[in-house]
């Protein structure tokens, strides 16, 4: 079988491509890809960052080191929880919010972009396969 012929490899290069596009874009506002897909997913009331790093696939020690940095740029601040006293929230400062909605920006429109090329049938097809290898994935990590 080619390399280039299986699905890891297609994921891989694809993944790899889409990622050097997004840390470019992000470049320009002085952020990485992996900042805006933070900030894209703390919630408006606030996270606990216990629930951010499963949430988004990430690993505690590298989701620590972003946190860290957001928070060193003033993008994020950690409150304590008012339902838990031993827990902290994450929440987006005014800053954070703007870096944010850039980062959306981005997003939609390299999804739009796509999308236009792209029919209905061919975009269900293509989160059919995604989903498919997502869950066989799943059963090998059990």
Known sequence: MEKQKTFDYALRSTWQGVSNMYNKAAGKFDSTMATGFVLLNIEQNGTPSTSLGPKMGMENTSLSRILNTLEKRS????????????????????????????????????????????????????????????????????
Do not use: M, W, Y
């Not at 980062?103 to 989903?131: M, P, R, T």
């Open 75 to 142: 993008l994020i601040e950690r409150k304590q929880n008012p339902n838990d006293g031993r827990s902290r929230l994450i929440h987006l400062t005014k800053l954070g919010l703007e870096k944010r909605e850039i980062s959306k920006k981005i997003v939609l429109e390299f999804n739009k972009s796509v999308a236009d090329q792209l029919k209905k049938e061919e975009i269900n097809i293509f989160f059919k396969v995604i989903n498919c290898i997502n869950k066989q994935s799943q059963k090998i990590n059990q």
